[in-house]
């Protein structure tokens, strides 16, 4: 079962930054949060993960607050390319490490 | 590096038909593996998941099963397909250990006439 929720959708203007917010107020501790985006008609793409400490690659950020019940995906600067439906996963540690999704945040970058 | 190959790409199949969705993982050894059903506007739903060689876990009861005949072979099958079945299906391996993320096939997407 999903952990988290997240915001049905979002806008963010082309070339600013969009910041996608996540709750997961049950993670236990050591639970990693992970980040997902979907663009139609595709498989999800990985784009970060993290347990306690702020995240940086070269797609986005991650930054989760100090008592890790909710965390933010931060694209610095959003593309056309980046409207997808974005994923955040609070994993379940056991056997199999199974990922459970949400329903996601849709976000569409306007022009 | 690693892939993970998914096919076919598109499927139509009738009601009743059997079914058989393959997926295989290159580039590593003793993979996590993980099939996945996307209805239609929905999240993804984890159906089975496997940690080694003829080793199936099943999350929801339903009319589709899973095998791992090898160990970076997953297959998906079904007896008899229900319109209920349809869906975008997908594939991912991780590597075992907690801490690493799934990646993901292209997926198949599978129509019940």
């Known amino acids: 079962d999903a952990k988290t929720t997240q915001p049905t959708s979002m806008d963010c203007a082309e070339g600013r930054a969009a910041n996608l917010p996540c709750n997961h107020s049950?993670?236990?501790?050591?639970?990693?949060v992970y980040w997902y985006r979907q663009i139609h008609s595709q498989g999800p793409q990985y784009i970060i993960h993290?347990?306690?400490n702020n995240e940086t690659n070269e797609m986005a950020s991650l930054i989760i607050t100090e008592d890790r019940k909710s965390s933010t995906l931060i694209l610095p600067h959003a593309t056309l390319r980046d409207t997808a439906v974005y994923y955040c996963i609070v994993r379940v540690r056991n056997t199999g490490n199974q990922f459970y999704f949400g329903t996601g945040t849709s976000l569409t970058v306007i022009p | 590096s690693q892939t993970i190959h998914q096919w076919p790409a598109t499927l139509v199949q009738p009601v009743g038909s059997p079914l058989s969705l393959e997926c295989t993982v290159e580039?590593?050894?003793?993979?996590?593996l993980y099939w996945y059903r996307q209805a239609a506007g929905r999240g993804l739903q984890l159906l089975f998941y496997s940690v080694g060689i003829g080793q199936i876990s099943s999350e929801v009861p339903q009319n589709l099963s899973a095998s791992r005949p090898q160990d970076r072979q997953f297959i998906l099958s079904s007896k008899k397909l229900l319109l209920s079945d349809s869906g975008f299906y997908l594939c991912a391996w991780s590597y075992g250990q907690f801490n690493q993320p799934q990646h993901f096939g292209d997926g198949t997407r599978l129509s019940i006439l």
């Open positions: 993290g347990l306690k």
């Open positions: 049950t993670i236990s501790g050591n639970e990693y």
């Open positions: 580039g590593t050894s003793n993979p996590n």
